[in-house]
Nanobody, 121 residues
Framework: QVQLVESGGGLVQPGGSLRLSCAAS????????MGWDRRAPGKQRELVAT???????NYADSVKGRFTISRDNAKHTVDLQMNSLKPEDTAVYYC???????????????WGQGTQVTVSS
């Protein structure tokens, strides 16, 4: 099985910054796309950002210009640098990865347990 562990969440004031990190481990052969999504009370799940193994990125309109996603293919990690945070960014953030594993012989989507980000005064 593949495990994803997020870290870096916490409480920040509006306008502040936070950096989330995610590390994947397990029987990984190759990770194609990695990303972050979030879930907040009263809101639908939102895909925040994705990055391919080649470095192509996509962002939700709500975070463009404020968030930056990056990855280290060798270390199987992905980060999300969040700047100019707003109260509406408050959510549980989940790391996601599309992983090809030899144990399944297929590409599967895996998620971490999530890390809480709270933006409040």
């Amino acid at each position: 099985q593949v495990q994803l562990v997020e870290s870096g969440g916490g409480l920040v004031q509006p306008g502040g910054s936070l950096r989330l990190s995610c590390a994947a481990s397990g029987s990984i052969y190759r990770i194609y796309t990695m990303g972050w999504d979030r879930r907040a009370p009263g809101k639908q799940r939102e895909l925040v950002a994705t990055i391919t193994s080649g470095g192509n990125t996509n962002y939700a309109d709500s975070v463009k210009g404020r968030f930056t996603i990056s990855r280290d293919n060798a270390k199987h990690t992905v980060d999300l640098q969040m700047n100019s945070l707003k109260p509406e960014d408050t959510a549980v953030y989940y790391c996601q990865a599309d992983v090809y594993t030899l144990e399944t012989g297929n590409t599967v989507s895996s998620w971490g347990q999530g890390t809480q980000v709270t933006v409040s005064s």
